[in-house]
T-cell receptor, first 112, second 115 residues
Framework: DGGITQSPKYLFRKEGQNVTLSCEQNLNHDAMYWYRQDPGQGLRLIYYSQIVNDFQKGDIAEGYSVSREKKESFPLTVTSAQKNPTAFYLC???????????FGQGTRLTVV | GNSVTQMEGPVTLSEEAFLTINCTYTATGYPSLFWYVQYPGEGLQLLLKATKADDKGSNKGFEATYRKETTSFHLEKGSVQVSDSAVYFCALSDPIIGNTDKLIFGTGTRLQVFP
């Protein structure tokens, strides 16, 4: 089945540690996105990628980094510079920018 | 710039009641419009979409009509069920690259349906 897979579903880290969230898609989509969602809040765009080896900052990129070495994969690293990393992280992909997006099931990151 | 405004929630209804969740948008081009649904602890799922004025998107009993004259895309369902309890997001995309490089989401509206 085609889709977007995020792993793990739950992640716990100690404060000050970097952590990488995985996102893989087999939909052959060019564009991929990372969003952050806080309780009771909407989605805020962290980074997006239009094509392999290219990515752009979204609205809240500080403290995060990404790579897009393969079309299928768009991992997100939450660095120790991110002041409030505890949140629900959603990965999405679309055929190209500005078309309907398909979302993964999310990763809930808790930093203690 | 482009933006989406949704009614604030929560919207609380009894089972079989009629649902309307309002969504209005601002766009410089001719956007496509979407409704996404998020069940607790999950990602977003595309519920329905409309790509041009007067189009009606529909799915699972939900409907929304793209109204260019009122810049609206209100979500409706004639008879809600407890299983419809979720957060609903309105979104737009501008097909002209450069107007905006991403989907624009509303803040979401929580729907709670009680038996």
């Amino acid at each position: 089945d085609g889709g977007i897979t995020q792993s793990p579903k739950y992640l716990f880290r100690k404060e000050g540690q970097n952590v990488t969230l995985s996102c893989e898609q087999n939909l052959n989509h060019d564009a991929m996105y990372w969003y952050r969602q806080d309780p009771g809040q909407g989605l805020r765009l962290i980074y997006y990628s239009q094509i392999v080896n290219d990515f752009q900052k979204g609205d809240i990129a500080e403290g995060y980094s990404v790579s897009r070495e393969k079309k299928e994969s768009f991992p997100l690293t939450v660095t120790s510079a991110q002041k409030n990393p505890t949140a629900f992280y959603l990965c999405a992909s679309s055929i190209q920018l500005n078309t309907e997006a398909f979302f993964g099931q999310g990763t809930r990151l808790t930093v203690v | 710039g482009n933006s989406v405004t949704q009614m604030e929630g929560p919207v609380t209804l009894s089972e079989e009641a009629f649902l309307t969740i309002n969504c209005t948008y601002t766009a410089t081009g001719y956007p496509s419009l979407f409704w996404y649904v998020q069940y607790p602890g999950e990602g977003l799922q595309l519920l329905l979409k409309a790509t041009k004025a007067d189009d009606k998107g529909s799915n699972k009993g939900f409907e929304a009509t793209y109204r260019k004259e009122t810049t609206s895309f209100h979500l409706e369902k004639g008879s809600v069920q407890v299983s419809d309890s979720a957060v609903y997001f309105c979104a737009l995309s501008d097909p002209i690259i450069g107007n905006t490089d991403k989907l624009i989401f509303g803040t979401g509206t929580r729907l709670q349906v009680f038996p």
